[in-house]
C-alpha cells in the first residue's frame, strides 16, 4: 500500500490548508486512517484519526479547529485545518493504522 499526501506549504498565521491522502489499494474503505505530525526535535503525535465507520478522533490541539474526513470511493482521506498557528509548524503524515503504511509527509510552515 502507497500512501502519497499532498496539499501542505506556507501559510500565515489564522489561514487554512487542506491535506490529501490516497491511497493506492482498494482496501483503504477497511482500514482506520490518521494524520500524525513532526516538528523539528519533537516526537511524531497523532493530529487525527477516522475509523472505517467514520468515526473521528482529535487530539487537544486539533480539537474545533481541524477535521478529518474521508471519500472511500476515492480512497482519500482528508486533514483540513482552520485557524493555523505557528505551532502548527510541521511534517504531516498520513498513517494507515490498520495496515501500519505511513506516507512520506507533507511540510504545512505556518508563519508570517
Known amino acids: 500500500v502507497q500512501l502519497v499526501e499532498s496539499g501542505g506549504g506556507l501559510v500565515q498565521p489564522g489561514g487554512s490548508l487542506t491535506l490529501s491522502c490516497a491511497a493506492s489499494?482498494?482496501?483503504?474503505?477497511?482500514?482506520?486512517m490518521a494524520w500524525y505530525r513532526q516538528a523539528p526535535g519533537k516526537q511524531r503525535d497523532l493530529v487525527a484519526a477516522?475509523?472505517?465507520?467514520?468515526?473521528?478522533h482529535y487530539a487537544d490541539s486539533a480539537k474545533g479547529r481541524f477535521s478529518i474526513s474521508r471519500d472511500n470511493a476515492k480512497n482519500t482521506v482528508y486533514l483540513q485545518m482552520n485557524s493555523l498557528k505557528p505551532e502548527d509548524t510541521a511534517v504531516y503524515y498520513c498513517?494507515?493504522?490498520?495496515?501500519?503504511?505511513w506516507g512520506q509527509g507533507t511540510q504545512v510552515t505556518v508563519s508570517s
Open positions: 477516522i475509523s472505517r465507520d467514520g468515526m473521528k
Open positions: 489499494e482498494n482496501i483503504f474503505r477497511l482500514n482506520a
Open positions: 498513517h494507515d493504522i490498520t495496515g501500519n503504511y
